[in-house]
């Protein structure tokens, strides 16, 4: 959850900076918080089906391509509106996947627990 959270905040950061220089530290905590967010994301997904990492893999990247037409609709909003609309847009859509991940927390640290006890014979 922390880098759903880092994410979000950096990117509101990001859209409402008074300036060019002010930008540029929310860029980069976005930066690192978007790494951890996409692998915890990953990870996540590739254990759905335990042995069919290929197949989930192909399914996923397919409905991640039309995360594409976002730019596109956020483009849409710069032109009519500026660009810190189009960057406030991406703090809203940043607030929704940390309220995603908010909402969703069935596999959190029994998943874990469970992967851990599975894997690692007891004494």
Not at 51 to 63: E, F, P
Request: charged share 15%; proline share 6%; net charge positive.
């Amino acid at each position: 959850m922390r880098p759903a959270v880092t994410v979000a905040v950096a990117v509101t950061l990001v859209a409402l900076a008074p300036s060019a220089l002010l930008v540029l530290p929310g860029a980069l905590v976005f930066g690192f918080g978007i790494i951890g967010f996409w692998t915890a994301l990953q990870s996540r997904v590739l254990k759905l089906r335990p042995g069919q990492a290929g197949t989930v893999s192909a399914v996923v990247s397919t409905i991640e391509y039309s995360g594409f037409l976002l730019p596109i609709g956020i483009g849409a909003v710069v032109d009519a509106h500026g660009l810190r609309a189009g960057l406030g847009c991406y703090a809203i859509l940043a607030g929704l996947l940390l309220a995603l991940v908010a909402f969703d927390r069935s596999g959190g640290k029994e998943e874990l627990a469970e992967l851990v006890s599975r894997e690692l014979p007891r004494p």
